[in-house]
């Protein structure tokens, strides 16, 4: 990104600016706004679509019932919701890539900014490793691991990742697009497959059974108390994580002052369809006390998806969940591998790390930072293989990166307050800035509290077990003295000071792209339609 601030002038070649904003400091070369306003929508999606919906949702009815699963989806889905709200603030306003380190870096401390950075670079580089213990999990579905080892599975999927984010931002852009369309139409169709099968109108009933509906849903909608409303408040915030890739991604995009606001806006009308939907239709289809509905070893076949086609007559249900839940896995793989490589980028731009991860190709991709990525992906695959210590040290970085998602929403609503004290204690109106959150101060105060009783709460069961189970409670809590130390370790290492709010820099890397004359197929483009409308919502 050009480290000195744009001008306000109006550029008349929209090729003239893109140049300029491609272009580095003393000339260098950088990322690129190569992501199309259809790719950046899809990804506010298709990062928050994955195993955790099509395998784990089941378990959070079985363990709480469909009530109780209601509520904790809703509650992470507003609080989501807020959090995006207050990234698209920031983001339009100062589209930059790897957007979380550098808020934390800009608007409050340069050891907030590496925190969060490193925090965030080994939470994807942890999460690629696991998508590739997936992938081979879900290939031994057809080709069992006694005829093709699962570590081949894995050099294949890595391999594709890689190259796939080696070419440019926008392969990147188009294989998220249509990977993230392909789960979205799996989530719509088992939508309609479930409505027809509430309404009889597809399946065989069991006249001995409940009859699907709301028979179903009243069972025991609340069970478990507190405990298990908790557990389900996690296991519905762990799902969501990855919906935070649009700031990461507004650095990259064409026209972010039009194209970031749109996908944030449509964000609260996808969690109710992909989310709040899909779980009440699974908990009016599927008894929550269904021996298989927990689930607790990830089987496709135990899938409530797959359950809810086969019940309905498809009898190819499990084949078809478990070719999309692998494209769920390849996208997660992807998203990942790009959002990590960002941040280490955006580190080496700050400082923060090796000045090598700081050099881009004329593609725009900064290379070093996808490969070292990659590495540590496939360093971190090795220690999860049994044959390897029984992957203890993998246990242990999982257990780091898991909540370091929760960590990342916390610093983005807390940025938020920053920049929103920032911008005001500067003399600056309100009303000049060309996205505004309409849900602040609540909206991150909300995030905030939320994440903090996920982070501080997660450990609970440990402690109300007859015997206090002591690896449970360091497995849960490891991830808050590492991020601690991490902090302080800079702060005494680079001597870093809290930034006075008329200190912060709001102007450095402010883009002007929104004043670029629109091309062709923008000024051809008409009001869209009532049904254009409609399919803009959903994609």
């Not at 784990?56 to 699963?69: D, N, T, Y």
């Not at 992470?76 to 920031?90: A, D, N, P, R, W």
């Amino acid at each position: 990104m050009k480290e000195e601030a744009l001008s306000d002038e109006k550029y008349d070649d929209a090729q003239a600016l893109e140049d300029d904003i491609a272009t580095g400091h003393n000339g260098e070369r950088g990322l690129q706004r190569n992501l199309k306003s259809r790719h950046l929508a899809m990804i506010s999606l298709g990062g928050t679509i994955g195993t955790g919906l099509f395998l784990a949702s089941g378990g959070s009815i079985a363990s709480g019932g469909p009530g109780f699963s209601q509520v904790a989806y809703c509650l992470i889905g507003t609080m989501v919701y807020c959090f995006m709200s207050s990234l698209g603030e920031m983001a339009t306003y100062l589209p930059i890539s790897g957007s979380l380190n550098a808020y934390g870096t800009r608007f409050f401390d340069p050891a907030l900014g590496f925190t969060l950075g490193w925090t965030y670079w080994l939470s994807w580089s942890v999460t690629l490793a696991t998508e590739l213990v997936a992938s081979s999990v879900i290939i031994s579905y057809w080709i069992p691991l006694t005829q093709c080892p699962g570590w081949v599975w894995a050099v294949v999927f890595i391999v594709v990742l890689t190259a796939l984010n080696l070419i440019s931002v926008r392969a990147f852009g188009e294989t998220e697009y249509w990977l993230s369309l392909i789960k979205v139409l799996a989530v719509i169709v088992f939508i309609i497959v479930g409505f027809l099968y509430l309404g009889g109108a597809v399946g065989t009933r069991d006249p001995n059974a409940p009859k699907p509906g709301p028979e179903v849903f009243d069972m025991d909608p609340f069970k478990g108390g507190f405990a298990a409303l908790f557990s389900i408040f996690l296991n519905a915030g762990f799902s969501f994580q990855g919906a935070e890739l649009v700031g990461i991604a507004a650095g990259e995009t064409k026209n972010p002052r039009k194209n970031v606001p749109r996908a944030i806006r449509q964000v609260f009308w996808r969690i109710i369809m992909f989310y709040v939907l899909t779980i009440l239709i699974i908990g009016m289809c599927i008894p929550h006390n269904d021996p298989e509905l927990a689930n607790p070893d990830g089987d496709i076949k135990s899938s409530p998806f797959t359950r809810v086609f086969l019940n309905a007559g498809i009898s190819v249900g499990a084949d078809i969940m478990n070719a999309v839940i692998l494209i769920a896995i390849l996208s997660a793989g992807n998203s990942g591998l790009y959002a990590s490589s960002r941040a280490l980028h955006t580190l080496s731009k700050e400082g923060n790390a090796p000045k090598l991860f700081s050099y881009v190709n004329r593609h725009g991709v900064p290379v070093w930072c996808v490969l070292a990525t990659s590495l540590v992906g496939c360093l971190a695959f090795i220690i999860s293989l049994p044959q390897v210590g029984q992957g203890a040290a993998y246990d242990w970085l999982l257990s780091i990166s898991s909540t370091t998602g929760f960590i990342s929403w916390l610093g983005i609503a807390f940025c938020h307050i920053r920049f929103r004290m920032a911008y005001k204690a500067q003399g600056r109106s309100i009303k000049d800035l060309p996205f505004i959150s309409r849900l602040y101060p609540w909206g991150p105060i909300y995030t905030l509290i939320v994440c903090l009783v996920i982070l501080l709460g997660q450990g609970y069961f440990a402690f109300s077990a007859e015997k206090i189970e002591v690896k449970a409670v360091l497995s849960a809590y490891v991830t808050l003295p590492f991020v601690l130390c991490l902090y302080f370790g800079n702060k005494f290492w680079a001597k870093t000071k809290i930034l006075a709010l008329v200190d912060v820099d709001l102007d450095t890397g402010r883009s002007t792209i929104e004043t670029v004359a629109p091309n062709t197929e923008e000024r051809k483009s008409k009001t869209p339609t009532w049904w254009r409308r409609a399919v803009g919502v959903v994609f």
